[in-house]
């Protein structure tokens, strides 16, 4: 990138707009540029000095091991992420600052300080240790949006535990298999949480799948339930009973490459990836990313609206905010719910200044209408995010102009699960935005396009989105699966006399003439649907589950609330008859049953056979092409059955 003239005399530019660069801590292009420079020309050094920003029991001599594809970061380095997140600030103004502020839909509400907070998080870490839970041990957490939540989240992290946090809305099957994969000892949970109004019963499904879960010890709940009902024979210890307030355990001094946390991404296998991230280097990376992306004030009121049980929520709701000392809003319920307006009211009341969501949520609070956003005073708001997916550039214009009333800047950030925090955003006070584009790699970050032969393609020509270079945030492998995690990340862009190895982020993308990033989209068969990454080979597994089906494949529609709509094409067993109106209803609850509710198919078409290679695989890219326009560009040399392809092509039409 070599000048921004060009960008700020186009239409749909947008510079920082002054009054936010005035007060920014990176205010200017310059001045980025600068930064930016000096770490790319010495990526080592810039990443040693972001490491050095955080609390450490013991120095690192090595900054950087690396023997493709595997990472090792400040590994003579003791740290620990609870001691980074609340005891780095108890000798200072932070320490009767608000730390967690939080609402639920039924209107209760909490708040703790960082000094409440740290007393918490150190009685319930003495209480885990009092059990005989140890270092490198895995805790599972499945709640609701609640301090709870993280308080257990901080509690492992001070203790060594490794936390495996597993998403509320997921069913109990997809518990049971992230629960078994990661050889958890204990499950941390609640009786019900609040969405939509309705109760949604977590400790029922932690009771169904105990059975078969055969490494697990304990069981702490909050809201204890009524045992009556279940047989478990396992003792379930109430959270307020079990926590000793009057006991303090010390953070304990960790290497900087000790498992931090496991979480389960789809893959394009049916089974999740459990990504291993590591302390010092995840929390480097994190704190570094949320300063320059979110600009952080004192008095900021900062409001991410992700769930912990994804990347965003362990990001950027917990370790980055806490971190820095910032006061952090959190909702446990639908943003929409009890009214529609819920979070504007919740931005209003709070004066929350930063606003973190995904374009899915944009989109239907766009499709409701200005008058609700009108009705509420938003003029807190300084700065917008983007975060899940990219963001169309309707959304983004809206956003910009009723949400943040031509003012504040969107960061419209590009990372993943694998990523362990963002690495492509703009940095607010200093680079122009164009609605659509994640812009640029954060600097430390060796992103590029490339074309299948590795090298760099041509401006506005589409490719592989690759780093280039390792970076701290990265997850070290897949647990239990040293091999997948090669073959699924480092297999397309091996190391050759031209580079050491790239990461593939599964992405296709293109650089425009100004070096921005646009993202296309997966070039795999993971899908994005309301900013969650989902496996389409988890769903067809969960569909081919009930007996009345014999095959079925799922592909994605452009969809312009969801990003993409989940369509699935199944067959049915030849001997059975069946009310296909009646199974359609029943195959989509299945889902809802096996995986959860956000995996449910939006439609389910039946059909007689599905095209196939002569080798029997499921051709996925005609069924896209089916679905989204009718029009099959691609090669067909490969298919079996033609008849099989123009019945569905019949059945479009």
Same mark, same amino acid.
């Given at each position: 990138?070599?000048?921004?003239?060009?960008?700020?005399?186009?239409?749909?530019?947008?510079?920082? /707009?002054?009054?936010?660069?005035?007060?920014?801590?990176?205010?200017?292009?310059?001045?980025?540029?600068?930064?930016?420079?000096?770490?790319?020309?010495?990526?080592?050094?810039?990443?040693?000095?972001?490491?050095?920003?955080?609390?450490?029991?013991?120095?690192?001599?090595?900054?950087?091991?690396?023997?493709?594809?595997?990472?090792?970061?400040?590994?003579?380095?003791?740290?620990?992420?609870?001691?980074?997140?609340?005891?780095?600030?108890?000798?200072?103004?932070?320490?009767?600052?608000?730390?967690?502020?939080?609402?639920?839909?039924?209107?209760?509400?909490?708040?703790?300080? +960082?000094?409440?907070? %740290?007393?918490?998080?150190?009685?319930?870490?003495?209480?885990?240790?009092?059990?005989?839970?140890?270092?490198?041990?895995?805790?599972?957490?499945?709640?609701?949006?609640?301090?709870?939540?993280?308080?257990?989240?901080?509690?492992?992290?001070?203790?060594?535990?490794?936390?495996?946090?597993?998403?509320?809305?997921?069913? @109990?099957?997809?518990?049971?298999?992230?629960?078994?994969?990661?050889?958890?000892?204990?499950?941390?949970?609640?009786?019900?949480?609040?969405?939509?109004?309705?109760?949604?019963?977590?400790?029922?499904? =932690?009771?169904?799948?105990?059975?078969?879960?055969?490494?697990?010890?304990?069981?702490?709940?909050?809201?204890?339930?009524?045992?009556?009902?279940?047989?478990?024979?396992?003792?379930?210890?109430?959270?307020?009973?079990?926590?000793?307030?009057? %006991?303090?355990?010390?953070?304990?001094?960790?290497?900087?490459? /000790?498992?931090?946390?496991?979480?389960?991404?789809?893959?394009?296998?049916?089974?999740?990836?459990?990504?291993?991230?590591?302390?010092?280097?995840?929390?480097?990376? =994190?704190?570094?990313?949320?300063?320059?992306?979110?600009? *952080?004030?004192?008095?900021?009121?900062?409001?991410?609206?992700?769930?912990?049980?994804?990347?965003?929520?362990?990001?950027?709701?917990?370790?980055?905010?806490?971190?820095?000392?910032?006061?952090?809003?959190?909702?446990?319920?639908?943003?929409?719910?009890?009214?529609?307006?819920?979070?504007?009211?919740?931005?209003?009341?709070?004066?929350?200044?930063?606003?973190?969501?995904?374009?899915?949520?944009?989109?239907?609070?766009?499709?409701?209408?200005?008058?609700?956003?009108?009705?509420?005073?938003?003029?807190?708001?300084?700065?917008?995010?983007?975060?899940?997916?990219?963001?169309?550039?309707?959304?983004?214009?809206? +956003? /910009?102009?009723?949400?943040?009333?031509?003012?504040?800047?969107?960061?419209?950030?590009?990372?993943?699960?694998?990523?362990?925090?963002?690495?492509?955003?703009?940095?607010?006070?200093?680079?122009?935005?164009? *609605?659509?584009?994640?812009?640029?790699?954060?600097?430390?970050?060796?992103?590029?396009?490339?074309?299948?032969?590795?090298?760099?393609?041509?401006?506005?020509?589409?490719?592989?989105?690759?780093?280039?270079?390792?970076?701290?945030?990265?997850?070290?492998?897949?647990?239990?699966?040293?091999?997948?995690?090669?073959?699924?990340?480092? @297999?397309?862009?091996?190391?050759?006399?031209? /580079?050491?190895?790239?990461?593939?982020?599964?992405?296709?993308?293109?650089?425009?003439?100004?070096?921005?990033?646009?993202?296309?989209?997966?070039?795999?068969?993971?899908?994005?649907?309301?900013?969650?990454?989902?496996?389409?080979?988890?769903?067809?597994?969960?569909?081919? @589950?009930?007996?009345?089906?014999?095959?079925?494949?799922?592909?994605?529609?452009?969809?312009?609330?969801?990003?993409?709509?989940?369509?699935?094409?199944?067959?049915?067993?030849?001997?059975?008859?069946?009310?296909?109106?009646?199974?359609?209803?029943?195959?989509?609850?299945?889902?809802?049953?096996?995986?959860?509710?956000?995996?449910?198919?939006?439609?389910?078409?039946?059909?007689?056979?599905?095209?196939?290679?002569?080798?029997?695989?499921?051709?996925?890219?005609?069924?896209?092409?089916?679905?989204?326009?009718?029009?099959?560009?691609?090669?067909?040399?490969?298919?079996?059955?033609?008849?099989?392809?123009?019945?569905?092509?019949?059945?479009?039409?």
């Amino acid at each position: 990138m070599n000048s921004f003239s060009s960008l700020l005399q186009e239409n749909r530019v947008f510079s920082p /707009h002054e009054d936010f660069s005035s007060k920014a801590n990176i205010s200017s292009f310059p001045q980025y540029d600068e930064l930016r420079n000096k770490a790319n020309s010495n990526i080592l050094n810039h990443w040693n000095e972001q490491a050095m920003n955080l609390h450490w029991f013991t120095p690192w001599d090595t900054i950087l091991n690396w023997n493709f594809p595997t990472a090792q970061w400040f590994t003579e380095g003791t740290i620990n992420a609870s001691y980074n997140c609340l005891d780095i600030h108890l000798q200072t103004a932070n320490r009767n600052k608000e730390a967690i502020v939080w609402e639920r839909e039924d209107g209760i509400t909490a708040s703790y300080t +960082y000094a409440e907070l %740290h007393e918490r998080v150190s009685a319930f870490a003495y209480s885990l240790q009092s059990l005989g839970i140890t270092k490198g041990e895995t805790i599972t957490i499945y709640m609701g949006m609640n301090p709870e939540a993280i308080i257990a989240m901080l509690a492992c992290a001070r203790i060594g535990v490794v936390h495996n946090v597993v998403f509320g809305g997921f069913s @109990s099957d997809a518990l049971k298999d992230r629960i078994n994969d990661s050889q958890s000892v204990c499950v941390i949970t609640q009786s019900t949480t609040k969405r939509r109004g309705n109760d949604v019963a977590l400790f029922d499904a =932690v009771s169904n799948v105990l059975p078969f879960c055969p490494t697990i010890r304990h069981i702490i709940c909050k809201q204890k339930p009524d045992l009556s009902t279940h047989d478990i024979t396992i003792p379930i210890i109430d959270w307020d009973e079990f926590i000793h307030h009057e %006991h303090q355990l010390e953070a304990i001094p960790l290497p900087s490459e /000790h498992p931090l946390f496991y979480l389960y991404t789809s893959g394009s296998t049916g089974k999740p990836k459990g990504l291993v991230h590591t302390t010092g280097g995840y929390l480097t990376h =994190v704190r570094y990313s949320f300063s320059l992306v979110f600009d *952080p004030k004192p008095d900021d009121m900062y409001f991410c609206t992700a769930d912990i049980g994804w990347i965003t929520g362990h990001s950027y709701v917990v370790y980055g905010p806490l971190m820095h000392g910032m006061t952090i809003l959190i909702y446990e319920g639908a943003l929409n719910h009890p009214h529609p307006g819920k979070i504007w009211e919740l931005i209003q009341h709070h004066k929350a200044s930063i606003l973190y969501t995904a374009p899915t949520a944009i989109r239907a609070f766009m499709s409701a209408g200005n008058d609700i956003p009108h009705s509420f005073d938003l003029s807190s708001l300084r700065l917008l995010g983007t975060v899940g997916e990219p963001i169309n550039p309707e959304a983004w214009m809206w +956003y /910009h102009t009723i949400i943040g009333n031509s003012t504040c800047p969107i960061v419209d950030t590009w990372w993943q699960t694998e990523t362990g925090g963002i690495m492509i955003s703009p940095v607010p006070g200093a680079i122009p935005t164009k *609605p659509g584009t994640a812009t640029i790699p954060l600097p430390g970050i060796l992103a590029d396009v490339v074309r299948k032969d590795g090298k760099s393609a041509s401006a506005n020509e589409g490719g592989y989105l690759v780093v280039k270079h390792p970076w701290p945030g990265m997850a070290r492998t897949i647990f239990g699966d040293d091999e997948r995690y090669t073959s699924v990340y480092w @297999s397309e862009f091996p190391p050759n006399s031209e /580079h050491n190895g790239m990461y593939f982020t599964g992405d296709g993308a293109r650089k425009d003439d100004d070096g921005y990033f646009w993202i296309m989209g997966r070039v795999d068969d993971v899908v994005n649907v309301s900013g969650h990454r989902l496996g389409t080979a988890e769903i067809e597994s969960a569909l081919v @589950s009930h007996p009345s089906i014999a095959e079925a494949a799922v592909v994605a529609k452009p969809d312009d609330i969801k990003g993409n709509a989940l369509i699935a094409f199944v067959t049915v067993m030849k001997d059975r008859s069946i009310d296909l109106d009646a199974l359609k209803n029943v195959l989509i609850n299945h889902v809802a049953k096996e995986i959860g509710s956000i995996a449910k198919p939006d439609d389910i078409r039946f059909t007689e056979s599905l095209p196939k290679t002569r080798s029997g695989k499921i051709m996925r890219r005609l069924l896209r092409e089916i679905v989204t326009g009718g029009v099959i560009s691609g090669d067909t040399t490969t298919l079996e059955d033609f008849s099989a392809l123009e019945k569905l092509r019949s059945d479009e039409d």
